[in-house]
C-alpha cells in the first residue's frame, strides 16, 4: 500500500503571508500514459467535512480560490497558499488516488500567528 | 447540488455492528461515479473504509475488510455500511462521499456528507 507522508504537522502563518504544505509519497504517483500525478489536496475547516481543493497535483476545484496552488510530480507535493486569509485556517491533506486503498496524509494544521 | 446525508445510530455497544445509511440527493448512484466510506477517529485523520459501484461491485480497506459490507440500494438512491464487531478503536466520524470516476481512477472524493459521531461504548 502507498504511505503518504505530510510535513510540517503544524504551521502558524501571518495573515497575508505564504503558506506551504509539503507531502510525500511512498511510490510514484505520475502515469507517464497521460502524463498526470494521482495526488489531491483537502481542505478540513474545525467541525466540517474535507472539502475537495485540487486534483492532479495542481487543477483547482471550481470555486477554489487561486491563492491556492499546487504542484511537484513523482512522490514530492507541495501546496502553497500564496496569501493567506483568516478562512483558510483548517487542516489540510494530501491524498493519492493512484490505487486502492487510497492513503491519505496525516494533516497539516495551518493556524495565524 | 449534490448532497449527501449519513444517517444512524449515534451510540454501538462493543462486539455489535455499526449500521449506516447515506441518502444521495442532486445525483443518481447509478450515474457512474462511485460511493465511499470514509472515517475519522477524533482529532486523528482520515482513513477510508471501502467503495461501492451502483453494479454492486465493491472494494474494501485490508485493514477493514474481514468486518465491512458497502450495500447500495437504488430504488431509494442510498448506500449502506456495516461493521461487525466493533471496539472502541471504531469510534470516529463516519462521512460518505462521492468517487468522481476521473481518468483511471474512482477515488476522487467531490463531495462529502456532513459526517456522523459513532461512538463504541457500554
Known amino acids: 500500500d502507498i504511505v503518504m507522508t505530510q510535513s510540517p504537522d503544524s504551521l502558524a502563518v501571518f495573515l497575508g503571508e505564504r503558506a506551504t504544505v509539503n507531502c510525500k509519497s511512498s511510490q510514484s504517483l505520475y502515469r507517464s500514459s497521460n502524463n498526470k500525478n494521482y495526488l489531491a489536496w483537502y481542505q478540513q475547516r474545525p467541525g466540517q467535512p474535507p472539502k475537495l481543493l485540487m486534483y492532479?497535483?495542481?487543477t483547482r476545484e471550481p470555486g477554489v480560490p487561486d491563492r491556492f496552488s499546487g504542484s511537484g510530480s513523482g512522490t514530492d507535493f507541495t501546496l502553497t497558499i500564496s496569501s493567506l486569509q483568516a478562512e483558510d485556517v483548517a487542516v489540510y491533506y494530501c491524498?493519492?488516488?493512484?490505487?486502492?486503498?487510497?492513503?491519505f496524509g496525516q494533516g497539516t494544521k495551518v493556524e495565524i500567528k | 447540488q449534490v448532497r449527501l446525508q449519513v444517517s444512524g445510530p449515534g451510540l454501538v455497544k462493543p462486539s455489535g455492528t455499526l449500521s449506516l445509511t447515506c441518502a444521495v440527493f442532486?445525483?443518481?448512484?447509478?450515474?457512474?461515479?462511485?460511493w465511499n466510506w470514509v472515517r475519522q477517529p477524533p482529532g486523528e485523520g482520515l482513513e477510508w473504509i471501502g467503495e461501492?459501484?451502483?453494479?454492486?461491485?465493491?472494494y474494501y480497506s485490508p485493514s477493514l475488510k474481514s468486518r465491512v459490507t458497502i450495500s447500495v440500494d437504488m430504488s431509494k438512491n442510498q448506500f449502506s455500511l456495516k461493521l461487525t464487531s466493533v471496539t472502541a478503536a471504531d469510534t470516529a466520524v463516519y462521512y460518505c462521499?462521492?468517487?468522481?470516476?476521473?481518468?483511471?481512477?474512482?477515488?476522487?472524493?467531490?463531495?462529502w456528507g456532513q459526517g456522523a459521531l459513532v461512538t463504541v461504548s457500554s
Open positions: 492532479w497535483a495542481s
Open positions: 442532486g445525483d443518481s448512484i447509478s450515474n457512474g461515479n462511485w
Open positions: 491524498q493519492q488516488l493512484y490505487s486502492t486503498p487510497p492513503a
Open positions: 461501492i459501484f451502483h453494479s454492486g461491485t465493491t
Open positions: 462521499a462521492r468517487g468522481r470516476l476521473v481518468e483511471r481512477s474512482s477515488l476522487l472524493f467531490d463531495h
